[in-house]
Protein backbone atom coordinates (compact mmCIF):
# COMPACT_ATOMS: atom_id res chain seq x y z
CA UNK A 1 0.00 0.00 0.00
CA UNK A 2 1.04 3.60 -0.87
CA UNK A 3 2.10 6.09 1.65
CA UNK A 4 3.00 9.42 1.86
CA UNK A 5 3.37 12.55 3.98
CA UNK A 6 1.70 15.91 3.78
CA UNK A 7 1.75 18.97 5.92
CA UNK A 8 -1.21 20.86 6.90
CA UNK A 9 -0.96 23.74 4.18
CA UNK A 10 -0.95 21.01 1.60
CA UNK A 11 -3.79 19.05 3.11
CA UNK A 12 -6.01 22.63 3.29
CA UNK A 13 -4.98 23.29 -0.20
CA UNK A 14 -5.58 19.92 -1.91
CA UNK A 15 -8.02 18.19 0.66
CA UNK A 16 -10.28 16.54 -2.45
CA UNK A 17 -7.13 15.10 -3.74
CA UNK A 18 -5.54 13.69 -0.71
CA UNK A 19 -9.66 12.19 -0.17
CA UNK A 20 -9.24 10.59 -3.78
CA UNK A 21 -5.91 9.41 -2.84
CA UNK A 22 -6.89 7.85 0.03
CA UNK A 23 -10.33 6.65 -1.56
CA UNK A 24 -7.88 4.82 -3.86
CA UNK A 25 -6.14 2.95 -0.91
CA UNK A 26 -3.63 5.44 -0.09
CA UNK A 27 -2.44 5.96 3.61
CA UNK A 28 -1.38 9.91 4.12
CA UNK A 29 0.67 10.73 7.29
CA UNK A 30 -0.25 14.05 8.24
CA UNK A 31 3.02 16.27 9.31
CA UNK A 32 3.08 19.21 11.79
CA UNK A 33 6.74 21.36 10.85
CA UNK A 34 7.67 17.77 9.64
CA UNK A 35 6.81 15.37 12.71
CA UNK A 36 4.00 13.20 11.66
CA UNK A 37 0.86 13.93 14.05
CA UNK A 38 -2.35 11.75 12.13
CA UNK A 39 -2.44 9.01 9.67
CA UNK A 40 -5.55 8.56 7.03
CA UNK A 41 -6.27 5.72 5.72
CA UNK A 42 -8.97 3.55 4.11
CA UNK A 43 -11.89 2.53 5.95
CA UNK A 44 -11.59 -1.34 4.95
CA UNK A 45 -13.72 -4.34 5.03
CA UNK A 46 -11.62 -5.29 8.02
CA UNK A 47 -12.76 -1.92 10.59
CA UNK A 48 -16.25 -2.98 8.97
CA UNK A 49 -16.18 -6.36 9.59
CA UNK A 50 -14.46 -5.38 13.35
CA UNK A 51 -17.78 -3.06 13.96
CA UNK A 52 -19.92 -5.71 12.68
CA UNK A 53 -18.90 -8.27 15.64
CA UNK A 54 -18.93 -5.73 18.35
CA UNK A 55 -22.45 -5.30 17.57
CA UNK A 56 -23.24 -8.75 17.62
CA UNK A 57 -21.79 -9.38 20.64
CA UNK A 58 -23.03 -6.33 22.38
CA UNK A 59 -26.75 -7.45 21.11
CA UNK A 60 -25.91 -10.93 22.60
CA UNK A 61 -24.94 -9.74 26.04
CA UNK A 62 -21.58 -11.13 25.27
CA UNK A 63 -19.07 -9.59 27.31
CA UNK A 64 -16.87 -7.42 25.86
CA UNK A 65 -13.27 -7.93 26.83
CA UNK A 66 -12.30 -4.29 25.46
CA UNK A 67 -13.04 -0.85 25.03
CA UNK A 68 -15.32 0.14 22.44
CA UNK A 69 -12.72 1.74 20.33
CA UNK A 70 -14.72 4.76 18.96
CA UNK A 71 -17.45 6.94 18.96
CA UNK A 72 -18.32 5.68 15.74
CA UNK A 73 -18.98 2.23 16.94
CA UNK A 74 -21.32 3.78 19.10
CA UNK A 75 -23.05 5.92 16.55
CA UNK A 76 -23.35 2.67 14.61
CA UNK A 77 -24.92 0.38 17.04
CA UNK A 78 -27.43 3.35 18.22
CA UNK A 79 -28.36 3.82 14.49
CA UNK A 80 -28.67 0.29 13.67
CA UNK A 81 -30.42 -1.15 16.92
CA UNK A 82 -30.75 1.55 19.56
CA UNK A 83 -34.93 1.74 19.34
CA UNK A 84 -35.11 -1.99 18.45
Not at 51 to 76: K, M, W, Y
Request: proline letters at 4%.
Amino acid sequence: MATRDIGIKELRNHTAQVIEAVAGGETVFLTRRGVRVAEIRPVGEEAAARRRRLIERLRSGEPVAHPIDTDQDIDDFRATHWDR
